[in-house]
C-alpha cells in the first residue's frame, strides 16, 4: 500500500483516457517486486474524484482509494508535503502545522487502512509504504491483530529535535509503532526513530522496541525484563534499491545507445556532458548545483560548449508554494546563466522540464560523462543508483551527496557536502577532468555494489525479516 498506485490516470488533450507511470523513486522500487508477487497493490491514481474500480494493469493487480479534492489538499499537498516532508527533510523549508490538515491526514489515513481490512485475507501480510501513511500501521493492528504488517519510510527520519516540533509527534509514533517492522532507509533514521520513541513515549527501544500490550492481546509477541506483556518491534535499516539488471540489460539495447550518440550529437559534440535529474523539488539541491557550476562557466574554470549541462526537472507537487517559489528560482538562475554566458551554438545548461520514458533516461545516462546528485537531505536517491546500474563500459562519473543515503552505499562517487559550494566546484572539476582508468576503478566498485544489492535482495529482506517477528520457527536462522 502507498499513497500513489504505480500508475496516474491522465487525461489527453483529445479528452481521451490512459495510465501514465508514476513519478518518484518509490514506483521504480516497487514495481519489479510487486510484478513478481501474488499480491495486491492499494493506492491513489492521481487525480481528484475518481471512482475506479480495482483493475489489473502490467502484471499487476491495482486497488483504488478515492481521494477528494479536499482530500488532496489537505492529506495530500497539506499534511503529507507541506508538514512532515519539509520537517522530515532537515526543515529545509519551513513546515506548516494546521490542525484541519492533521484531521483531514487520520480519515484519509483511515480510507486507506479500510480498503485493505476489505481485501486481506486472514494472517495475511500488509505492507505500507511511506510517510503519507503512518497511522495505518496501528489502524490495521486495532482492526485485525491477525496481520503482519511492515512499514517502510522512502524519505529519511528526521532527529529528535527537529521531530519533537510536530504537534502530533505521539499519534505518529503510535501509528507507526503498529507494524511488526519499521524499515528505514539509513542506521541514522533507524536511530532516530528509536530516540524520539523513548524520549516522546518511554518505551524500551534496545534491542527491539517493546509496545506494552494488555495480557490477552492476540499481537502480543513477548515479555518485557519487567515481566510485562509486550509486542515487540523491530525498527532497522534497509537501504531501498532498483531493478539494476533491467538498467544494465537496457544500456545493453542498440536502440538506445544509438540514441545516446544522438543525445550527444545534439548538444553539439561537447567534451562533457554532465546531468542533472530530479522531481522538481527544494530537497535536491538543484539551485547549489546550478549555482557551482554557473561560477565554474564565470571563472572560465569550464568553457560553455566545451561542457553542457543538462538539468532534467520533472513537474512535482505543484500547487504547493514553496514548490511554485523553487521553480521561479530555478527557471531564472537557469535563464541568467544561459543569458550571460551563452553563444549562438551553445547555452551552458540545457534545462528540461519534463519527465522522460525510463528508455530515454538509459540513454540520458549513457551519454552523461558526469552525473551530478547534489541533494540537501534525500531518503536514499535511486537516480545515483541507476545511473551506476546503466554503466556497463564502467565509465562515467558520480558526484554524490552525502546527504542522500545513497552515500553509504556508493563510496567510491566523488562525495560531496552541496552547501560547501567551494568543495562541490572542485569536485565537479575533478570529475570533468577524471582519467579514464580512475573512472573505471570507480564504477567498477560501484557497479558491484548496486547489482548485488538490487531491490530484489532489499525485499526479500524485509519481508523474511517481517516473516520473522511473527512466525520465526518459519524462518531459516539466516537474519
Ligand atoms: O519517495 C518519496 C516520494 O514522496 C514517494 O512517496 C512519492 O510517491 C514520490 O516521492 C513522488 O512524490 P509525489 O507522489 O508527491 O508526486
Redesign the pocket.
Known amino acids: 500500500m502507498?499513497?500513489?498506485l504505480p500508475v496516474d490516470r491522465i487525461v489527453a488533450d483529445d479528452g481521451s483516457e490512459g495510465w501514465k507511470v508514476?513519478?518518484?523513486?518509490?514506483?521504480t522500487a516497487l514495481e519489479p517486486v510487486m510484478r513478481s508477487s501474488d499480491g495486491a497493490w492499494v493506492g491513489w491514481a492521481?487525480q481528484p474524484d475518481l471512482e475506479l474500480d480495482p483493475f489489473d494493469y502490467d502484471g499487476m493487480r491495482l486497488v483504488p482509494v478515492q481521494l477528494s479534492k479536499r482530500d488532496v489538499e489537505q492529506y495530500?499537498e497539506g499534511f503529507?508535503?507541506d508538514t512532515i516532508?519539509p520537517l522530515y527533510h532537515d526543515v529545509i523549508a519551513p513546515p506548516t502545522y494546521h490542525r484541519v490538515w492533521w484531521d483531514r491526514y487520520v480519515a484519509v489515513n483511515r480510507r486507506f487502512a479500510d480498503a485493505v481490512l476489505d481485501i486481506v485475507e486472514a494472517d495475511g501480510t500488509v505492507w505500507v509504504?511511506?510517510?503519507?501513511l503512518q497511522l495505518v500501521p496501528q489502524m490495521l493492528r486495532e482492526a485485525r491483530p491477525d496481520l503482519t504488517i511492515g512499514f517502510f519510510n522512502?524519505?529519511p527520519f528526521p532527529p529528535y529535535g527537529i521531530f519533537a516540533q510536530l504537534p502530533w509527534r505521539k499519534e505518529i509514533l503510535e501509528g507507526l509503532l503498529g507494524a511488526d517492522v519499521i524499515g528505514f532507509q539509513r542506521q541514522s533514521d533507524a536511530s532516530g526513530f528509536a530516540r524520539a520513541v523513548r524520549h516522546i513515549l518511554g518505551h524500551v527501544t534496545t534491542p527491539t522496541i517493546e509496545v506494552p500490550v494488555a495480557d490477552d492481546d492476540a499481537a502480543a509477541t513477548g515479555r518485557s525484563k519487567k515481566g510485562r506483556t509486550v509486542r515487540r518491534v523491530l525498527a532497522k535499516a534497509f537501504p531501498i534499491s532498483i531493478d539494476a539488471e533491467q538498467y544494465a540489460e537496457m544500456a545493453r539495447r542498440p536502440d538506445i545507445q544509438a540514441r545516446a550518440k544522438q543525445i550527444r550529437q545534439e548538444l553539439g559534440n561537447p567534451t562533457t556532458i554532465m546531468l542533472g535529474v530530479d522531481?522538481l523539488?527544494y530537497t535536491k539541491g538543484i539551485r547549489h548545483r546550478i549555482k557551482a557550476f554557473g561560477e565554474l562557466i564565470a571563472d572560465g574554470a569550464l568553457e560553455v560548449g566545451e561542457v553542457t549541462l543538462v538539468q532534467v526537472a520533472s513537474p512535482?507537487?505543484e500547487r504547493v508554494e514553496t514548490y511554485r517559489q523553487l521553480r521561479d528560482e530555478i527557471e531564472l538562475s537557469v535563464g541568467r546563466l544561459n543569458g550571460d554566458h551563452g553563444t549562438m551554438e551553445h547555452a551552458p545548461i540545457n534545462y528540461l522540464h519534463h519527465g522522460y520514458p525510463r528508455e530515454e533516461m538509459v540513454a540520458l545516462y549513457l551519454a552523461a560523462d558526469v552525473m551530478l546528485v547534489t541533494a540537501l537531505r534525500d531518503?536514499?536517491n535511486l537516480v545515483a543508483k541507476e545511473y551506476v546500474a546503466s554503466r556497463n563500459d564502467e565509465r562515467g562519473v558520480l558526484v554524490l551527496s552525502e546527504f542522500a543515503g545513497a552515500a553509504d552505499e556508493l563510496k567510491q562517487a566523488l562525495l560531496i557536502n552541496p552547501h560547501d559550494i567551494v568543495g562541490l566546484k572542485r569536485a565537479i572539476v575533478h570529475a570533468a577532468g577524471m582519467e579514464p582508468r580512475e573512472q573505471q576503478r570507480r564504477m567498477r566498485a560501484l557497479r558491484k555494489r548496486v547489482l548485488e544489492h538490487d531491490v530484489a535482495r532489499w525485499s526479500s529482506s524485509f519481508l523474511t525479516a517481517l516473516a520473522a517477528t511473527r512466525h520465526p520457527e518459519q524462518v531459516p536462522a539466516v537474519l
Open positions: 502507498s499513497n500513489r508514476s513519478p518518484g523513486g518509490l514506483v492521481g495530500y503529507s508535503n516532508w509504504q511511506d510517510y503519507q522512502h524519505i522531481r523539488d512535482s507537487r531518503g536514499m
